[in-house]
């Protein structure tokens, strides 16, 4: 079969197009055959063995995110069925209740083989069936920045109707947490780097936005937008750069979901405004398969889709790597096996 594998040495250099033999289900497995594959930023920092030896090791089949059809079931399987259309998921042992190292660790694209080959064999607990509604691509696109904004939104701080959620930029995890956000009932400000973006974001619901270029301190205004109450949560996916102005429009006990760091991994900021206001840092690791399976639920039930931007051929992945590292995608770059 063919995958997309990291040989050899670590680098972009050494991600190439390869076969291995096919697999097998054995007990308690499932062979599910890959359709379509979707990237996050974190497919671009593996292959440089930017995660150190949680990156995993040679040859190693990069991106977690992906969708399949059960072609082969082994003995004892009894969640999915051959014909069954599946996403692994993001982490293949962390079914449901608090984080723990084990649960931590078992992700797929790194330190696990990911999506980009034509089979997978799989737990059968490491997988989830996904709605009818979506595309293969659509549904490719779930298993790790939709569920990252669904734990922050619901399984990390229960957002009520009315909240005030502030999210950051709109990539793969924000346009999520829009969407998701929206469901809920809260008021969504986006702050983002292009009035192009903000009025497509405003397109998709959100309330208020504000660019982040042209208003660098945009504590304050995005604070004006709630009356000078602050946000109940803010989905933060900058870091260092804007968590100090996160924390300048939270409001008063509320939460900071730690989700991303795309401008630094640093923290050089006021903690005595984490004090005195009793600000909740709250980190957000994508999240569990119970979490998984609400979050489907809840898409199949509001028929929700996702905003995919352009897909690519499977023999294209590194041109769709370098696409998401420009920038310029406005959703999901994915890629159709
Ligand atoms: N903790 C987790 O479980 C988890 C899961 C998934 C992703 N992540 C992390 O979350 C981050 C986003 O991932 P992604 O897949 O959504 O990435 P992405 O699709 O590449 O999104 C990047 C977008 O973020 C915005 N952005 C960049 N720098 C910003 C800044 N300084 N301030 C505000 N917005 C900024 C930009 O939006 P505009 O163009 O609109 O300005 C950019 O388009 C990454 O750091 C990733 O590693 C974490």
Not at 90 to 104: A, K
Not at 125 to 154: I, Q, R, Y
Not at 180 to 191: C, E, N, P, Q, R
Request: aromatic share 6%; proline share 5%; glycine share 12%.
């Amino acid at each position: 079969m063919r995958v997309f594998q990291i040989e050899g040495d670590w680098g972009m250099d050494h991600l190439r197009l390869s076969t291995r033999a096919e697999p097998h289900a054995g007990p308690g497995q499932v062979v599910v055959q890959m359709k379509a594959s979707s990237l996050n930023y974190r497919d671009l920092v593996v292959p440089n063995r930017g995660y150190g030896s949680h990156t995993g090791q040679l040859p190693l089949i990069p991106v977690s995110d992906g969708v399949g059809v059960v072609t082969e079931v082994g003995p004892g399987v009894r969640r999915v069925a051959v014909g069954d259309r599946v996403c692994p998921t993001y982490f293949q042992r962390w079914i449901s209740g608090e984080p723990d190292l084990e649960r931590l660790t078992q992700s797929l694209g790194g330190p696990i083989d990911g999506t980009m080959a034509d089979y997978m064999c799989l737990s059968e607990e490491g997988v989830s069936k996904v709605p009818a509604h979506l595309s293969d691509v659509e549904a490719a696109t779930l298993p790790c920045a939709a569920l990252t904004a669904w734990s922050a939104l619901v399984t990390c701080s229960h957002t009520q109707p009315g909240d005030r959620v502030l999210i950051q930029g709109c990539g793969g995890v924000a346009l999520f947490g829009v969407a998701f956000a929206k469901l809920l009932g809260a008021h969504v400000t986006v702050i983002s780097s292009s009035d192009e973006r903000i009025e497509r974001v405003r397109h998709m619901g959100a309330d208020a936005a504000i660019n982040y270029r042209t208003t660098p301190e945009w504590a304050k205004a995005t604070r004006d937008i709630t009356g000078g109450r602050g946000y109940d949560l803010i989905l933060e996916l900058g870091g260092e750069k804007t968590l100090p102005q996160s924390l300048r429009c939270i409001r008063p006990g509320g939460t900071v979901a730690m989700i991303g760091i795309l401008s630094g991994s640093a923290m050089a900021t006021s903690l005595g405004l984490i004090i005195t206001r009793q600000v909740r840092l709250q980190g957000v690791t994508v999240g569990h398969r119970d979490g998984f399976e609400a979050m489907l639920r809840t898409i199949d039930q509001h028929q929700l889709k996702p905003v995919v931007d352009r897909v690519f051929a499977f023999e294209e992945l590194k041109e769709a790597m370098a696409y998401l590292q420009s920038g310029a995608q406005f959703g999901k770059v994915c890629l159709a096996h």
